[in-house]
C-alpha cells in the first residue's frame, strides 16, 4: 500500500426559504468510514442555527450518523462539515479472489449466503436489465469474474451521459438504461440490480471523490456514490462506474447500504408553508493537503 494522501473535505449544505419555518429532526451521515485504507484525523461541524440536541450513534450498518433536534424558526438551516483525514490508496489493486470465484457462475459458500441475503435481494428487478448485464458474459464457458465487473463498469462510463443532479432519489435502473444517462446515483443503482441479476452481492455506498486537476474524474462538487461488490477473498471492492474506477482510488467512503435511501447524507423535516422552500444548496470541495513531513525535512 503507498504512502498516505492527506486529504480535507468541506462540504456545506444550505437549506433557504422565504419566511420562517420550524425544522423537525435531521439526520447526518458526513462523517468518513475510518478503516484500514483511511484514518480519519479531525471532524469539526457547525449546524445554524445552533440544534437544541446534537448526538451521535452507529446505525444498523456501522455508519456513524449525528442527529440534530431544534426548537424556534428561521430563514436559513446551514450545515458545515469540515474533516482531515489520511487516505491509503491502492494504486494497482490485485484481488486475489478465492478460485471457486475467479469465475463466473459461482456460489457463495452457506454461510456467505446467509449473510448477503439482502445484498442479493433485487429492488427493481427488469428483464431488459437482465438482458444488458448478460451481454458481459462470454458466449462459451465460463467468464473470469474480475473481467465482466471491469467491463460493465467501464461501458457505464464510456456509453452513458453523466448528468449532476443534487435532489433527493433515483432513476429506476430500466430508466437509466434506456436513457442512456444518469447522476452516479443512478449508475450505482443500475450497476448494483445487473450484479445481483447475476447473483452476486452489492451495496450501496455514499462519500466522497477526490478530483485532482486537470483530471477527467466526475462527480466533483458534491457528494458521490458508487458500489462495493462481495467477492470471497477480496471481500467488498469498490465499483464506480461513473469514472470506471476498479478500487479505492480517490473515493472516501462515508456510508454503506443494501439500498441508496439508507445512506442519504442528509435527511430531515419541516414545518410551514409549502411555497416556503427556496431551495438547496450543496458545495463540496476535497482538496490535497501538503506532505508536512516532506516540508519540514526541505526546510530542516
Not at 453523466?162 to 444518469?182: A, F, I, M, Q, W
Not at 482510488?249 to 435511501?261: F, Q, T
Request: negative net charge.
Amino acid at each position: 500500500m503507498s504512502a498516505p494522501q492527506r486529504l480535507s473535505v468541506r462540504h456545506v449544505s444550505v437549506y433557504r426559504y422565504s419566511e420562517p419555518v420550524s425544522f423537525g429532526e435531521h439526520r447526518m451521515m458526513f462523517r468518513p468510514r475510518a478503516s484500514h485504507d483511511l484514518r480519519l484525523l479531525t471532524m469539526e461541524l457547525l449546524i445554524t442555527p445552533t440544534p437544541v440536541r446534537l448526538h451521535w450513534l452507529h446505525d444498523v450498518f456501522d455508519n456513524s450518523v449525528a442527529i440534530a433536534t431544534f426548537k424556534g424558526k428561521a430563514t436559513e438551516l446551514l450545515f458545515k462539515s469540515e474533516v482531515t483525514l489520511e487516505h491509503y490508496e491502492a494504486p494497482l489493486p490485485d484481488y486475489s479472489l478465492e478460485g471457486y470465484a475467479a469465475t463466473w457462475p459461482f456460489a457463495y459458500t452457506n454461510e456467505e449466503a446467509s449473510d448477503l441475503v439482502n445484498a442479493r435481494n433485487r429492488e427493481y428487478p427488469d428483464d431488459e436489465v437482465d438482458t444488458w448485464a448478460r451481454r458481459f458474459l462470454a458466449p462459451h464457458g465460463k467468464t473470469g469474474t474480475m473481467a465482466l465487473l471491469r467491463a460493465m463498469a467501464l461501458e457505464i462510463k464510456n456509453e452513458f451521459l453523466y448528468v449532476r443532479r443534487t435532489e433527493k432519489g433515483v432513476n429506476r435502473p430500466g430508466d437509466t438504461l434506456r436513457h442512456r444517462s444518469g447522476s452516479c446515483r443512478d449508475f450505482a443503482v443500475l450497476m448494483m440490480d445487473a450484479v445481483r441479476s447475476l447473483g452476486l452481492a452489492a451495496r450501496f455506498v455514499s462519500g466522497y471523490i477526490f478530483v485532482p486537476n486537470h483530471d477527467a474524474t466526475q462527480g466533483g462538487g458534491a457528494t458521490h456514490a458508487w458500489l462495493q461488490i462481495y467477492l470471497p477473498g477480496a471481500g467488498w471492492v469498490d465499483f464506480d462506474p461513473t469514472n470506471s474506477i476498479v478500487g479505492n482510488r480517490h473515493l472516501i467512503r462515508v456510508a454503506v447500504a443494501w439500498n441508496y435511501y439508507q445512506a442519504l447524507p442528509l435527511w430531515g423535516t419541516w414545518h410551514g408553508a409549502m411555497h416556503s422552500f427556496r431551495g438547496l444548496d450543496v458545495e463540496v470541495i476535497v482538496t490535497e493537503e501538503p506532505d508536512v513531513t516532506a516540508t519540514q525535512s526541505a526546510h530542516s
